[in-house]
C-alpha cells in the first residue's frame, strides 16, 4: 500500500510503503536514538560507504537534515520500530541507486528483500523508474544475496571510500532493469 497526502497528490516527506511486514516511511526526530544504536554498531557500519564509525548524535542530526529534502530516502520499521533504512539517490553517473542497512538483530529475516521489493515496486509503478543501480563491498555476501534475489546482474567491479573503514575497499556494482 502506497500512502500520500490527504489531498490524494504525492509530497515530499508523506511517502509511506507498506509491506506484508515493514512499513518505509520517514525518519523523525523520536527516532534518533535508535538510528545511533543500529548504523552505528560497527558491523553494519563497515559496510556502508557515507557512514562514520562511531556514529554520533551529531551524526544523526546531519542525516536527518539531508533525508528531510530526499523524498526516497526512508528508513524501515517494523510494529513502529526502527529497524534499517533504505533509498534511492541519483548517483554520480545520473542514474538511480538503491541502498540500504538493516538493524543487526533484524539480519536474516528477509527484511532487506522485502523492503527493496516494496520501494523499487513504487519506484517503477509511481515515478516510471526503468534502470536502478545498486552495489556491495567485497566480502558482504548478505547484500550479494538481496540483490540476487531482487534481480540485479553485474555490471562492474571497482572501488568505494568507506568512511567508517577510512579507506577505498573493493565493490561489485549490479543493475535491475525495472
Known amino acids: 500500500?502506497?500512502?500520500?497526502d490527504s489531498n490524494?497528490?504525492?509530497s515530499t516527506g508523506m511517502i509511506k510503503i507498506e509491506t506484508e511486514?515493514?512499513?518505509?516511511k520517514k525518519l523523525k526526530r523520536n527516532?534518533?536514538?535508535a538510528l545511533i544504536l543500529g548504523i552505528g554498531e560497527w558491523e553494519v557500519a563497515k559496510w556502508?560507504?557515507?557512514?562514520?564509525?562511531?556514529?554520533?548524535?551529531?551524526?544523526?542530526?546531519?542525516?536527518?537534515?539531508?533525508?528531510?529534502?530526499?523524498?526516497?530516502?526512508?528508513?524501515?520499521?517494523e510494529h513502529n520500530a526502527l529497524v534499517g533504512g533504505i533509498g534511492l539517490e541519483i548517483n554520480d553517473h545520473g542514474c538511480w541507486e538503491l541502498g540500504y542497512w538493516?538493524?543487526?538483530?533484524?539480519?536474516q529475516r528477509g527484511y532487506a528483500v522485502e523492503a527493496a521489493k516494496g520501494l523499487l515496486d513504487y519506484a517503477a509503478k509511481e515515478l516510471s523508474i526503468e534502470k536502478i543501480e545498486a552495489s556491495h563491498m567485497k566480502g558482504n555476501d548478505a547484500s550479494a544475496?538481496?540483490?540476487?534475489?531482487?534481480?540485479?546482474?553485474?555490471k562492474g567491479i571497482g572501488k568505494v571510500y568507506s568512511v567508517a573503514r577510512k579507506?577505498?575497499?573493493?565493490?561489485?556494482?549490479?543493475?535491475?532493469?525495472?
Open 8 to 10: 490524494g497528490k504525492k
Open 167 to 178: 579507506e577505498k575497499v573493493p565493490c561489485k556494482t549490479l543493475v535491475l532493469e525495472l
Open 21 to 24: 511486514r515493514l512499513i518505509l
Open 48 to 77: 556502508l560507504s557515507n557512514v562514520p564509525h562511531p556514529y554520533t548524535e551529531n551524526d544523526a542530526e546531519d542525516w536527518l537534515g539531508i533525508v528531510a529534502h530526499q523524498e526516497l530516502n526512508l528508513n524501515i520499521f
Open 145 to 154: 544475496r538481496v540483490l540476487k534475489k531482487l534481480g540485479f546482474k553485474a
Open 102 to 107: 538493516l538493524d543487526r538483530q533484524h539480519w
Open 31 to 33: 527516532d534518533m536514538q
Open 1 to 4: 500500500m502506497i500512502s500520500s
